[in-house]
């Protein structure tokens, strides 16, 4: 049967008939199989002039600890590889990756669908409301990340035209900053009737009321530990944040020291801490003890830092919890959102201040927060010319904000008066123009960070302090000017510059979470393409031409 049905000229055709079929669709397999396989063996050939698929020399120098480190980084991009391919700014991100990934086998890169898989970068939501988006990488180690667009791989010149490609010096700084302390702690200062959260004793009366902070400090990725100032010369190296909660007593200051190069106070140890890297450090004290004097030393370090302290309670009439016992109680807070884009609070949680009902962030029993800078909200550092101070409110009463006496009885006119703020020391480096930052987070409430307010889930105190915590605990370590950056002193300022000559405008594509297509203009240097499919489409032209050659002459012979 099979004889007769291919058998003759007639059987031969049948036969071809059905085989090519067959081998259009193996042909096609291989084309995607080895298309991937390529791309993940970086089978391509850079193309560019300015070889933006290039790894520098420089680049594999920078990151050779890599793959000393106890942990994976891992490089996330949430958008799949042939919406990345099809993006010009993101494909060359996204092969850089993958050579990294190549040559450091402790560097992972992986791509996530946000349309069919939206809950797959929840991990790295600052906020419930924050939004991570298609052009979105996220760079992650142990339980530390970062989240940068694909835009801030690039530079751009005054009109908004690509000027450089800076995806090498970015990336590594984003690298060195991760790993800089492969255990980052948050301590508890301890030693003056602090409320504190005790790993080692879980006995520890402390640990039911900052049980939540202890949990918001983990999940942000941060060990927790205690510190007795009085114990130590200086701050660990290893810390990211210094928690003070709720002091019952001052901090130890001896004036029969003072001026000695031998004797540093404990507040002398916090600010030089914050002012000898780039430290953080979260403050809730209480008001009554303000008034009543017993925090002298710690509020005349918080004065240099921006933050005068109030001595009476706050009163909101328009915006506070109502109380069943006390109908004519208004010193449970509802702190009012800084709606201004440009201000640091904003940064932080502008997802909530931007909603028609935005969730409560309840601070309860406060007294005032001032800024100390007579002159505005800022002040130059003394004895130093690089770095300046800067006061910024971070929640407020409404208009109607009042101090209270003792007695309940209102003691100001009615105004919006600012519940809690930060300060914040910034200062570049001239050389490297290396951005340096400290904080220090002040409320004057002693139960601003209690089980009452952070444990409670209708509240938005949660999310939002974690927030903050994720902001002000993470540290910049900046890679080699020699990869780029916006030096001038930069061998190669701005990275891998694009040639002048050669620049067109091309549109390309990239898919947002709603499965709209983004559509932009981007200046691109003519051939910055790259052939990782170079083999596997002369592959099959190979064939096609044999077959065709073969074909032709059974016919023509």
């Given at each position: 049967?099979?004889k ?10 049948r ?10 669709a193996?042909?096609l ?8 396989f390529s791309?993940?063996k ?7 002039s300015?070889?933006?698929?290039t790894?520098?020399d ?12 106890e ?5 996330t991009f949430?958008?799949?590889?042939d919406?990345?391919?099809?993006n010009?700014?993101?494909r ?7 050579a990294?990934?190549k040559?450091?086998p402790n560097?992972?890169?992986?791509c996530?669908n946000?349309k069919?898989?939206p809950t ?6 600052t906020?419930?409301l ?6 979105d990488?996220i760079?992650?180690y ?6 940068a ?7 751009t ?19 060195h ?10 301590y508890?200062?301890?030693n003056h009737?602090?409320?504190?959260f ?11 009321d900052?049980?939540?902070?202890y ?7 941060l060990v ?11 701050v ?16 130890a200051?001896?004036?029969s020291?003072?001026g000695?190069?031998?004797y ?18 979260m403050?809730?004290t209480?008001y009554?003890?303000?008034?009543e ?6 509020e ?9 302290l ?8 328009d ?5 069943a016992?006390?109908p004519?109680?208004k ?12 201000t ?14 935005s969730?409560?962030m ?6 005032e927060i001032r800024?100390?800078y007579?002159?505005g909200?800022?002040a ?6 690089k ?5 910024s ?7 109607k ?7 309940g ?8 008066r600012?519940i ?9 480096d001239?050389t490297?123009?290396a951005?340096?930052y400290?904080?220090v987070f ?9 089980e009452?307010?952070?444990g ?5 105190n949660?999310?939002?302090t974690?927030?903050?915590?994720e ?10 000017i020699?990869?780029g950056?916006?030096?001038?002193n930069s061998?190669s300022?701005?990275g891998?510059r694009l040639?002048?000559?050669a ?24 051939g910055?393409?790259?052939?990782i ?7 099959p032209?190979?064939v096609?031409?044999?077959g ?5 002459r059974r016919?023509?012979?």
């Amino acid at each position: 049967m099979k004889k007769e049905l291919f058998a003759g000229k007639l059987g031969k055709r049948r036969l071809l008939s059905l085989l090519i079929p067959i081998a259009l669709a193996a042909l096609l397999l291989f084309q995607v199989w080895f298309t991937g396989f390529s791309e993940r063996k970086q089978l391509y050939i850079d193309l560019t002039s300015e070889g933006l698929y290039t790894l520098t020399d420089k680049m594999v120098e920078e990151c050779e600890y890599i793959d000393d480190l106890e942990k994976e980084i891992t490089v996330t991009f949430c958008a799949e590889p042939d919406q990345l391919r099809a993006n010009a700014k993101a494909r060359t991100v996204y092969f850089m990756c993958l050579a990294l990934q190549k040559l450091y086998p402790n560097l992972a890169v992986k791509c996530v669908n946000l349309k069919t898989n939206p809950t797959a970068v929840n991990a790295y939501k600052t906020t419930s409301l924050s939004e991570i988006y298609a052009t979105d990488i996220i760079i992650s180690y142990g339980n530390s990340f970062r989240i940068a667009s694909v835009d801030a791989f690039w530079t751009t010149d005054g009109e908004e035209n690509l000027f450089s490609y800076n995806g090498e010096y970015k990336m590594a700084t984003l690298f060195h900053s991760l790993t800089s302390k492969n255990h980052p702690v948050a301590y508890f200062i301890t030693n003056h009737g602090e409320l504190y959260f005790d790993t080692e004793n879980k006995d520890h009366p402390g640990n039911a009321d900052t049980e939540s902070l202890y949990r918001l400090l983990t999940e942000r990725g941060l060990v927790v530990k205690t510190l007795d100032l009085s114990a130590v010369e200086d701050v660990p190296e290893d810390c990211a944040l210094l928690v003070i909660n709720n002091p019952r007593a001052d901090y130890a200051y001896d004036p029969s020291q003072a001026g000695s190069y031998t004797y540093q106070s404990e507040t002398e140890k916090l600010d030089r801490y914050l002012t000898r890297d780039q430290g953080s450090l979260m403050v809730a004290t209480d008001y009554r003890l303000v008034a009543e004097n017993k925090l002298k030393n710690l509020e005349d370090f918080l004065y240099e830092w921006g933050f005068e302290l109030g001595d009476k309670v706050l009163a909101d009439e328009d915006a506070h919890l109502s109380s069943a016992v006390d109908p004519n109680k208004k010193t449970d807070l509802i702190g009012q959102y800084i709606t201004e884009e440009n201000t640091y609070a904003y940064a932080i949680y502008g997802a909530y201040a931007s909603l028609a009902s935005s969730p409560r962030m309840v601070i309860s029993d406060a007294g005032e927060i001032r800024s100390a800078y007579d002159l505005g909200t800022g002040a130059p550092e003394a004895g130093s010319i690089k770095f300046s101070r800067y006061y910024s409110t971070f929640f407020s009463t409404t208009d109607k904000g009042k101090l209270l006496d003792g007695e309940g009885n209102a003691a100001s006119e009615a105004a919006v008066r600012d519940i809690c703020g930060v300060a914040l020391r910034y200062g570049v480096d001239s050389t490297t123009l290396a951005h340096s930052y400290s904080y220090v987070f002040c409320v004057n409430s002693a139960s601003f960070f209690s089980e009452q307010t952070l444990g409670n889930a209708s509240f938005a105190n949660y999310d939002i302090t974690s927030a903050l915590v994720e902001n002000i605990s993470r540290e910049d370590v900046y890679a080699s000017i020699d990869l780029g950056g916006s030096s001038l002193n930069s061998a190669s300022y701005g990275g891998k510059r694009l040639h002048s000559a050669a620049v067109a405008t091309a549109t390309t594509e990239i898919y947002a979470n709603d499965g709209s297509v983004i559509k932009t203009n981007q200046p691109l240097t003519a051939g910055a393409q790259t052939a990782i499919i170079l083999i596997a489409v002369l592959i099959p032209l190979g064939v096609a031409i044999t077959g065709l050659v073969i074909h032709l002459r059974r016919r023509f012979r």
